[in-house]
């Protein structure tokens, strides 16, 4: 058995609020759908690169050009189907995480399709549903946020991060908690401030947040150890973290006491487990995070965080509070008790609509061997 053919489709969609974080306001969102095909059996993945290389790196550009020209053509000349093959041997190409995962996560879509059964129980899945929080951007008025954050709680987000940056941080807390003194409360910087700002950022221990979120930028991890001396606040890292590597080392420096998982930015499913598992036995709870995905992209994570070491609620929500229309159906939908639905059926569980991708998709590519 190999892969008969891989797809790569570059889609763009509207959001249904544009999302503003510290280093751009978005409308939309420009991503590559992933498909494997295996004897009449297609695994879904996603790959989270964005139109400009403002989170990391990479791009939609730079990830389709290596995954055509390295991971796609490597994956079809060693006959490569299953997604722990896949990871080893395209161990020899440097980088590139979210190009690398998006077609791992369609391995293993592929992999649990071809067994019957559900995504998270073929990598060690324990839970029944996962605890949705919400991200919410950087709005025009403080109204405005607090009005976003009203209607989220109603809907039954169990946890609130807010993004900030210089002159939209402890301030925006302090009228935050005037409204909703007991929510559970954290801060996402992505990165924008530096070593510095330390003093101004102790502040934010007056808002009993759950987590201040990388407050520097990436390659940062001693000032972030730092840091972390100086604050009571928990340091939790994002950008920072590309590896387990990067996790042992941020642990042994003290740069964060606990660790968002994002698939995409660490490489796919097998690196993940590698750090939840490394975590876990540090005693380090860890979360998942989000890159406002479709409801491809989202269904892995739903499945990752179905692991016993994600103790945070994630940063995964509900379908509509990303688009008006997503890719899948049955859309993802929050519970009354906050939590989201592990889908039952083999492999993501859930069906990405055809005709909702074609609508979205701008080009598409075709990979066969030979
Ligand atoms: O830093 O967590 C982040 C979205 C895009 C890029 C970076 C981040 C985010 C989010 C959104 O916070 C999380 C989600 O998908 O709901
Ligand atoms: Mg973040």
């Given at each position: 058995m190999s892969i008969e053919r891989i797809e790569l489709s570059l889609l763009k969609m509207p959001y249904v609020h544009y999302f503003e974080t510290s280093f751009s306001r978005e409308y939309d969102r420009t991503f590559i759908i992933v498909k494997v095909f295996e004897e009449g059996v297609v695994g879904y993945g996603e790959v989270v690169a964005t139109a400009s290389p403002l989170y990391s790196c990479e791009t939609t550009t730079t990830a389709w050009h290596v995954l055509k020209d390295f991971f796609i053509p490597l994956t079809l000349k060693m006959a490569i189907s299953d997604p722990v093959d896949y990871h080893r041997e395209m161990g020899m190409y440097r980088g590139h995480p979210m190009a690398r995962a998006g077609l791992e996560l369609a391995l293993w879509d592929l992999k649990a399709k071809k067994k019957g059964q559900p995504l998270y129980k073929i990598y060690g899945g324990i839970k029944e549903g996962i605890t949705a929080g919400v991200s919410v951007g950087i709005q025009d008025t403080v109204p405005e946020l607090l009005n976003r954050i009203h209607a989220f709680l109603e809907e039954g987000y169990q946890r609130i991060k807010i993004k900030i940056k210089p002159g939209w941080d402890g301030n925006i807390c302090r009228e935050i908690r005037k409204e909703f003194p007991d929510i559970l409360l954290q801060v996402d910087a992505n990165g924008a401030y530096g070593i510095e700002d330390a003093e101004h950022l102790k502040e934010l221990d007056g808002y009993g947040l759950l987590m201040l979120e990388q407050p520097f930028p990436p390659y940062d991890l001693w000032d972030h150890s730092r840091l972390q001396k100086l604050i009571k606040t928990p340091v939790c890292l994002d950008e920072s973290i590309l590896s387990l590597i990067t996790v042992r080392q941020a642990l042994e420096m003290g740069s964060c006491r606990i660790v968002n998982i994002k698939v995409g930015r660490i490489g796919g499913i097998v690196e993940a487990r590698k750090i939840h598992d490394f975590c876990q036995d540090k005693k380090i709870p860890v979360w998942c995070g989000g890159m406002l995905e479709s409801g491809i992209g989202r269904a892995h994570n739903v499945h990752l965080a179905s692991l016993p070491n994600f103790l945070f609620p994630n940063d995964i929500s509900a379908s509509k509070r990303y688009y008006k229309?997503?890719?899948?159906?049955?859309a993802f939908d929050i519970e009354p008790d906050g939590t989201i639905k592990i889908p039952r059926?083999?492999?993501?569980?859930v069906k990405p609509v055809e005709t909702r991708i074609q609508e979205a998709t701008l080009k598409r590519e075709i990979f066969r061997n030979h």
């Amino acid at each position: 058995m190999s892969i008969e053919r891989i797809e790569l489709s570059l889609l763009k969609m509207p959001y249904v609020h544009y999302f503003e974080t510290s280093f751009s306001r978005e409308y939309d969102r420009t991503f590559i759908i992933v498909k494997v095909f295996e004897e009449g059996v297609v695994g879904y993945g996603e790959v989270v690169a964005t139109a400009s290389p403002l989170y990391s790196c990479e791009t939609t550009t730079t990830a389709w050009h290596v995954l055509k020209d390295f991971f796609i053509p490597l994956t079809l000349k060693m006959a490569i189907s299953d997604p722990v093959d896949y990871h080893r041997e395209m161990g020899m190409y440097r980088g590139h995480p979210m190009a690398r995962a998006g077609l791992e996560l369609a391995l293993w879509d592929l992999k649990a399709k071809k067994k019957g059964q559900p995504l998270y129980k073929i990598y060690g899945g324990i839970k029944e549903g996962i605890t949705a929080g919400v991200s919410v951007g950087i709005q025009d008025t403080v109204p405005e946020l607090l009005n976003r954050i009203h209607a989220f709680l109603e809907e039954g987000y169990q946890r609130i991060k807010i993004k900030i940056k210089p002159g939209w941080d402890g301030n925006i807390c302090r009228e935050i908690r005037k409204e909703f003194p007991d929510i559970l409360l954290q801060v996402d910087a992505n990165g924008a401030y530096g070593i510095e700002d330390a003093e101004h950022l102790k502040e934010l221990d007056g808002y009993g947040l759950l987590m201040l979120e990388q407050p520097f930028p990436p390659y940062d991890l001693w000032d972030h150890s730092r840091l972390q001396k100086l604050i009571k606040t928990p340091v939790c890292l994002d950008e920072s973290i590309l590896s387990l590597i990067t996790v042992r080392q941020a642990l042994e420096m003290g740069s964060c006491r606990i660790v968002n998982i994002k698939v995409g930015r660490i490489g796919g499913i097998v690196e993940a487990r590698k750090i939840h598992d490394f975590c876990q036995d540090k005693k380090i709870p860890v979360w998942c995070g989000g890159m406002l995905e479709s409801g491809i992209g989202r269904a892995h994570n739903v499945h990752l965080a179905s692991l016993p070491n994600f103790l945070f609620p994630n940063d995964i929500s509900a379908s509509k509070r990303y688009y008006k229309q997503d890719l899948i159906d049955p859309a993802f939908d929050i519970e009354p008790d906050g939590t989201i639905k592990i889908p039952r059926d083999p492999g993501i569980g859930v069906k990405p609509v055809e005709t909702r991708i074609q609508e979205a998709t701008l080009k598409r590519e075709i990979f066969r061997n030979h």
